[in-house]
């Protein structure tokens, strides 16, 4: 199963999280133990498609941030890449922004609205984590792709069901369903998660 290395140091965003997740309910509590495992490294995922595509974005949204994931690990890794974070949620984009200034992130750039009100800004990648299911992410995330670019779905390894519901769509569009990446999290569990790709 793949996995992946880390350069970059998250002491001091997982700090300035839980401060934040203390104020606002970003994350559960009982999930706040495994932050790194369950959603810092498994936002990181995509370093798996970068490597394996030969492909790094300029230009990166993430639809419903909700807590900063995957956006927040990917710009801290990333510095050179533009990751934008978009969420409906007020006080969501109020946290990440307040965990963004403490940590001093200026490629991050936190918006406050819903995705189909995106206009004139395209994107190389778009990528989603735990929000919604694929036919839908496709609708909204097509018109605002970049040719050659990707729509990268963090999704269960159960994904199967989702991506068959979503093929009228994806024929629709005429993107390329690529094969998924695979990987575990570094948890005593085998937790089997999956990157779902469809390039533009």
Same mark, same amino acid.
């Not at 965990?99 to 995106?118: C, G, P, S, T």
């Given at each position: #199963? ?8 998250? $002491? ?14 970003? *994350?559960?509590? +009982? !999930?706040?133990?495994? &932050?790194f495992e369950k959603h810092i490294y ?5 370093? &798996?498609?970068? !490597? =394996?595509?030969?492909?790094?974005? =300029?230009?990166?949204? $993430? ?10 690990? *990917?710009? #801290? %890794?990333?510095?050179? /890449? ?5 969420d409906s949620i007020r006080k969501k ?10 940590? %001093?992130?200026? +490629?991050?750039?936190?918006? +406050? ?6 206009? +004139?800004?395209?994107? $190389?990648? /778009? @990528? ?5 299911? /694929? ?15 990707? /729509? ?5 390894? @159960?994904?199967? !069901? =989702? ?20 990987? @575990? &999290?570094? &948890?005593? !569990? ?8 469809? =390039?533009?």
């Amino acid at each position: #199963m793949n996995s992946f290395k880390i350069n970059t140091n998250f $002491d001091n965003y997982q700090k300035e999280f839980l401060v934040q997740n203390s104020i606002t309910n970003l *994350i559960s509590k +009982n !999930e706040e133990k495994y &932050l790194f495992e369950k959603h810092i490294y498994d936002s990181l995922s995509i370093k &798996l498609f970068f !490597e =394996e595509y030969k492909f790094v974005p =300029e230009t990166l949204l $993430d639809i419903g941030t909700g807590g900063g994931f995957p956006s927040v690990p *990917i710009a #801290m %890794e990333y510095p050179k /890449i533009s990751v934008y974070a978009i969420d409906s949620i007020r006080k969501k984009i109020n946290a990440v922004q307040n965990i963004a200034d403490k940590l %001093e992130l200026k +490629n991050l750039y936190l918006i +406050n609205d819903r995705v189909e009100n995106i206009r +004139n800004q395209t994107f $190389d990648v /778009i @990528t989603s984590r735990a929000v919604g299911r /694929i036919a839908s992410l496709v609708e909204y995330a097509y018109p605002i792709l970049n040719k050659g670019g990707y /729509i990268i779905l963090y999704k269960s390894k @159960t994904s199967d !069901e =989702e991506i068959s519901e979503a093929k009228d769509i994806i024929r629709k569009y005429h993107l390329k369903i690529k094969p998924p990446i695979e990987y @575990t &999290l570094p &948890l005593e !569990e085998i937790y089997t998660r999956r990157l779902v790709i469809l =390039e533009k």
